[in-house]
């Protein structure tokens, strides 16, 4: 096997185990939902994050496991793959389909990758080009972006400085929104909140917030995914929960602190929006520069196939409201995730193909040749009257 195809396999493979993990958590949610039981946004960003994290980990993982199985530190019989499963299922006659066409089932995904990249006529090519052209186009997306934010963030007014962080004004910018260079991070303010101290005030420690969290890194990451995965709609679905949790940890943490008041940081909210929609309707060409690469205090601007900002900060503002939210202690929330964790582990390496020739598909291949020489066997015979 080339490593072209190893890296073609490792792409479909996370491709199918991000679908997997993206289905389990919102089925996790839809049951904690049903049975009245909801986490604080802070432990459900932390869980999102780690299994992100598992997921792209799973190929090592997978590569470590079947180097054991090579050298013999874990027994064969421990090997997971979804195919060896299946020819031991078929083997048993759990499976009841000719011999031929199961063997022919179980090259499917091999010979699709074979057409993708010899670029084979038909499917073959029209998936190649289809993913060549995604790469392309939304890689050079990302490009413009971060070159359109690199130039909002020098046409800003230097404020002050702390450590490693740069608070900027801007004139442009409709919302407040956190970012990061390579060396530094920064906070962008709009120049009109420096008339109303309050308001800076909640807006600093929100933006503040979103960098302790990590957040401006984590959706960096996500940005730089987008070309990768750009097909997938369980990535734009893991992404827009990711977005919808960083906020709302956000808040519930700007929140907790007794000096800060809940109906004023609401209302923050109500007057940073509106002067955003006015903002935005302003500008003659407006920048989406907040939404990449940067995590903005909220949205202003209509996203595809996505709610409105308006009621996004309608649900912003009901969560604070509500007071019912689990704190559960550290060990019962790793030991809540782990299932999850351990099931995205396994995925991954039952997707896994088998190193080589077991002993169950050397029966199955010799089932196969001797159903093909019994039918060249009776092409010669007459039919029994």
């Known amino acids: 096997m080339t490593l072209l195809n190893q890296m073609f396999d490792v792409y479909i493979d996370l491709n199918i185990t991000l679908a ?24 459900q960003l932390g869980f999102l994050n780690l299994l992100f994290a598992v997921i792209f980990l799973s190929p090592a993982i997978v590569a470590v496991y079947q180097q054991l199985l ?4 874990v027994p064969a019989d421990y090997s ?25 089932l179980l090259g499917v995904r091999d010979r699709f990758t074979e057409s993708v990249l010899t670029l084979g006529p038909g499917i073959g090519l029209a998936v190649a ?15 413009v972006n971060f070159l359109r ?4 963030l020098s046409a800003c007014h230097g404020w002050r400085k702390a450590g490693r962080v740069r ?18 991070r920064y906070v962008v303010i709009p120049s009109d909140l420096l008339v109303t101290p309050g308001d800076l005030n909640l807006v600093l420690k929100h933006e503040f917030q979103h960098l302790r969290q990590g957040d401006v890194e984590w959706e960096i990451g996500l940005e730089l995914l987008r070309p990768l995965f750009f097909w997938n709609p369980f990535f734009y679905l893991w992404k827009s929960e990711v977005e919808r949790l960083r906020e709302l940890a956000c808040d519930q943490k700007v929140t907790e602190d007794a000096k800060v008041d809940l109906k004023a ?53 009901e969560a604070l409201l509500e007071t019912d939210r689990l704190r559960p202690h550290r060990g019962i929330a790793t030991l809540a995730v782990l299932p999850i964790a351990v099931a995205v582990v396994l995925t991954a390496l039952s997707l896994q193909k088998p190193a080589d020739w077991s002993q169950d598909r050397l029966m199955l291949s010799a089932i196969v040749n001797l159903d093909r020489l019994q039918t060249i066997n009776s092409f010669g015979q007459r039919p029994l009257r």
């Open 149 to 152: 934010l690199g130039r909002v």
């Open 167 to 184: 608070l900027l004004l801007s004139d442009t910018a409709p919302v407040p929104f956190s970012a990061r260079g390579l060396l530094y």
């Open 80 to 104: 997971l793959s979804l195919a060896d499963y299946a020819v031991a299922q078929y083997l048993r006659g759990g499976i009841a389909i000719p011999a031929e066409d199961f063997q022919t």
């Open 265 to 317: 940081y609401c209302q923050c909210l109500v007057r940073a929006a509106q002067a955003g929609f006015r903002k935005r309707r302003e500008q003659l060409a407006p920048s989406r520069t907040e939404s990449v690469a940067g995590v903005a205090l909220l949205e202003v601007h209509e996203k595809l196939l996505r709610r409105s900002p308006g009621l996004k900060l309608r649900r912003r503002i």
């Open 70 to 73: 090579a050298s013999d530190v």
């Open 129 to 143: 080009l289809f993913l060549i052209g995604g790469f392309t186009w939304f890689g050079g997306r990302l490009a």
């Open 20 to 43: 997997f993990a993206a289905t389990a958590w919102m089925a996790v949610n839809l049951l904690l939902a049903r049975l009245g039981r909801k986490l604080v946004f802070t432990v």
